[in-house]
């Protein structure tokens, strides 16, 4: 079945980066795109982007096109979402979640990641 | 820049039928969109209702259906239970490889 296991929660000072990981496991790796969604306290489901872990390739939501990178490693079926230039607003649950075919939206999630952004 | 809108809350009785909206700001939804729904509850990763459009995800009650109705694409709950109770939201494919977002729809079972 699929899996999606995420890295342990992290506090961050403003100004740092962060990068999460995600382990896929139980499905073919390259085969389906992966989004990354994050929630602020309290609030709704952001989409940040989505990476083919075919070739790399990625698109990104404009609100954080400079400051996110999303990468793969196709040798131990792991995502990284890297997010940069840290603010206290960015603090959030992150969220790997395969798409649910190929190209398609989000399906299957990984358990989330809390990110604290504090000084 | 086209939002994605949701009714903030809605409320339906035990046994009811409650139908949620996923529309824009500007335009219709269509099946282009690929609307897909999700439903969460506190302190949880959300959990894949429907996607593209009318597909129910593995595991899913036939209580849930999507569709498209109009301008806007909806999600009806039939038989309405109290651990129904949760957020619901949207996301739209705007092109590009773009997702959206709804800001989510609170249902209150009462």
């Known amino acids: 079945q699929v899996q999606l296991v995420q890295s342990g929660a992290a506090v961050k000072k403003p100004g740092a980066s962060v990068r999460v990981s995600c382990k896929a496991s139980?499905?073919?790796?390259?085969?389906?795109?992966m989004h990354w969604v994050r929630q602020a306290p309290g609030q709704g489901l952001e989409w940040m982007g989505v990476?083919?872990?075919?070739?790399?390739?990625?698109t990104y939501a404009q609100k954080f096109q400079g400051r996110v990178t999303m990468t793969r490693d196709t040798s131990t079926s792991t995502v990284y979402m890297e997010l940069s230039s840290l603010r206290f607003e960015d603090t959030a649950v992150y969220y790997c979640?395969?798409?649910?075919?190929?190209?398609?939206?989000?399906?299957?999630w990984g358990q989330g990641t809390r990110v604290t952004v504090s000084s | 820049q086209t939002v994605v809108t949701q009714e903030p809350s809605f409320s339906v009785s035990p046994g009811g039928t409650v139908t949620l909206t996923c529309g824009l700001s500007?335009?219709?939804?269509?099946?282009?969109?690929?609307p897909s729904w999700y439903q969460q509850t506190p302190g949880q990763a959300p959990r894949t209702l429907i996607y593209?459009?009318?597909t129910r995800s593995s595991g899913v009650p036939d209580r849930f259906s999507g569709s498209i109705r109009g301008n806007k694409a909806v999600l009806t709950i039939t038989g309405a239970q109290a651990d129904d109770e949760s957020d619901y939201y949207c996301?739209?494919?705007?092109?590009?490889?773009?997702?959206?977002f709804g800001g989510g729809t609170r249902l209150t079972v009462l």
């Open positions: 139980g499905y073919s790796f390259t085969n389906y795109y």
């Open positions: 990476i083919n872990p075919m070739g790399g390739l990625t």
């Open positions: 996301v739209l494919n705007m092109g590009s490889g773009i997702w959206v």
């Open positions: 979640a395969r798409a649910v075919v190929v190209a398609g939206s989000p399906g299957y």
């Open positions: 593209s459009t009318d």
């Open positions: 500007s335009g219709s939804v269509t099946t282009s969109y690929h």
